[in-house]
């Protein structure tokens, strides 16, 4: 075959595949999936020229098929197999034997696109070079010490005259004052002729440089509009099949809006378009990070991760047609979802109620049960927003709600004052030393790449911090407490996973750790200056 699909280990050879193909974006990696990965960090640990890069962390995937006919011949694979992808480029290379090849190939030999950039890096050269001659006029720093020269003359001139005029009877007269006004007034005139006769000198000195820039400014036209088409040519040329045959460029996948940097170069595009290619049946898929994880974001070594969003959710989204894909586990039963949310306290004027894991604060993209029309279907004749702060789909505990205009203001001026504490509790991967303590201060912002991940940005993040103390281990896992001074989006779950923060990821993480059955991170209790309210029958 043209691309190498790999035997998977005897001790799952008796495993069935599942049902339906993974949804990308929100899955538990199947047994097969797990075992492949595992094979491939075998392979990884067989090349010691990888490990610095691999030590500074990649993304690696892998997907389980089949032949969809019967293969005939000498040495083809009859059974289901796998193949494994690697994100972008491995060693500087886009292609390596033992991996998918890339959907389109930029480093190609005489590929028009390496072509087209070396003529960029041309005329960037050619710029830089221009630009270190861009000297301005030695005349112009004479021209300000001989201007600077006269205008002290002039301030000694008008001191002079006022000084006549004060002391000296002479001036008062109509020749006298009439001598003065016309000092002043030529000196003004020589000022002028004297600005003109070096910005003429200066002009004619400058010619050269004018022209530099000239030349400058078209050069950056002619990069600007190569870059430009440049762009256009190559998301042409990434074109990706579906399982029906079709096809669609990232031009068309994206639009109207523009490809982001690097679409089409992730593992699971690559997957499934060497899947489609050589005829094979796709039966599940998974990605997983190897390495350490970046600066800003979150990633652990060996923990399996869903596609991004940004791009590669339009991408996937045309490449998935035509098989038969697991429902999107995050879209619960509507009737199940509602029938766990619970009232525990309302009055004239606010609500609150205990969120189950797994519903929306307030309506989303799908038709989701949420707690915003939960609750303006319970209280009709409510008033209020309602919805005074959200916590996340995947988190449980106490939400506040107000129902008249008058407390949803109240209330959203004691968050902004503080004075509305809420205390968290969490299950962490791993255990920690009881009784530990502390605070954690990481500034965060959105992954505008891959929204809802956040990202630690100490330069544009805004400050965040989270006072932790550890209960207990239980069962291998450290139950927390959680106490967020501020409320940024994600806060606690980057707070606990980060490496710069607990380096603990809360169980069932599925953006910052290991996806599991629910995200174990619920809101526990909600103090309002004199009214405290604790979370029922909770068990995490």
């Not at 004297?194 to 000239?214: G, M, N, S, V």
Request: proline share 8%; hydrophobic share 35%; with cysteine.
């Amino acid at each position: 075959m043209a691309v190498a699909l790999h035997p998977l280990p005897a001790k799952v050879q008796g495993v069935r595949p599942p049902r339906q193909f993974t949804y990308p974006f929100c899955y538990e990696p199947h047994p097969l999936c797990i075992s492949a990965a595992d094979e491939v960090r075998r392979y990884l640990n067989q090349h010691p020229e990888w490990h610095d890069e691999l030590q500074q962390g990649k993304m690696f995937g892998i997907l389980i098929a089949s032949p969809i006919t019967p293969l005939r011949g000498e040495g083809c694979q009859k059974e289901t197999a796998f193949l494994a992808a690697f994100s972008g480029t491995l060693d500087g290379k886009t292609r390596h034997e033992y991996f998918v090849p890339p959907v389109f190939d930029l480093m190609a030999p005489g590929c028009y696109f390496q072509e087209e950039e070396a003529a960029i890096s041309g005329i960037n050269r050619q710029i830089d070079e221009l630009q270190t001659g861009l000297h301005p006029s030695p005349l112009h720093a004479q021209m300000e010490a001989e201007l600077a020269a006269y205008k002290l003359f002039m301030q000694q001139s008008k001191e002079k005259r006022d000084a006549l005029r004060k002391n000296s009877p002479l001036p008062s007269s109509p020749k006298g004052e009439e001598f003065l006004i016309k000092e002043s007034q030529h000196q003004k005139a020589e000022l002028r002729r004297l600005k003109q006769k070096w910005q003429k000198r200066i002009l004619a000195d400058e010619a050269p440089l004018r022209e530099r820039k000239a030349l400058i400014e078209q050069l950056q036209r002619e990069r600007h509009q190569r870059s430009i088409a440049l762009q256009q040519w190559l998301f042409h040329q990434f074109v990706f099949l579906n399982a029906l045959g079709e096809t669609q460029t990232l031009t068309e996948l994206f639009s109207p809006a523009t490809p982001p940097s690097g679409a089409g170069e992730c593992c699971a595009p690559k997957l499934l378009q060497a899947a489609y290619k050589e005829g094979l049946q796709p039966l599940c898929m998974a990605e997983f990070w190897v390495g350490a994880s970046p600066a800003d974001e979150v990633r652990h070594d060996g923990h399996f991760y869903p596609a991004c969003n940004s791009k590669c959710r339009p991408i996937l989204r045309h490449m998935l047609r035509g098989l038969d894909v697991e429902p999107n586990p995050l879209l619960a039963d509507r009737e199940e979802s509602l029938s766990r949310l619970h009232i525990i306290y309302n009055d004239d004027g606010m609500a609150v109620v205990s969120k189950p894991a797994g519903m929306l604060s307030v309506p989303g993209k799908d038709d989701q049960p949420n707690v915003q029309e939960a609750m303006r279907e319970h209280f009709p004749s409510a008033t209020g927003p309602l919805i005074v702060h959200r916590l996340d789909m995947d988190t449980s505990g106490l939400m506040l709600i107000a129902l008249t205009e008058e407390k949803y203001h109240e209330l959203q001026d004691l968050f902004l004052r503080r004075r509305i504490h809420k205390v968290y509790h969490a299950l962490l991967e791993h255990e920690m030393p009881v009784g530990q303590e502390g605070d954690i201060c990481l500034p965060l912002r959105p992954d505008f790449n891959d929204r809802p991940r956040q990202l630690v940005d100490k330069e544009h993040g805004k400050p965040a911090q989270t006072h932790y103390r550890v209960l207990e281990n239980r069962d291998g896992h450290a139950h927390v407490e959680l106490r967020p001074i501020t409320g940024r989006t994600h806060q606690l779950r980057v707070h606990c996973a980060h490496s710069l923060g607990l380096d603990n990821p809360i169980v069932g993480d599925r953006l910052y750790g290991k996806p599991a059955e629910r995200l174990m991170l619920h809101a526990y209790s909600i103090t309002i200056e004199d009214k405290s309210f604790t979370s029922p029958n909770y068990e995490l």
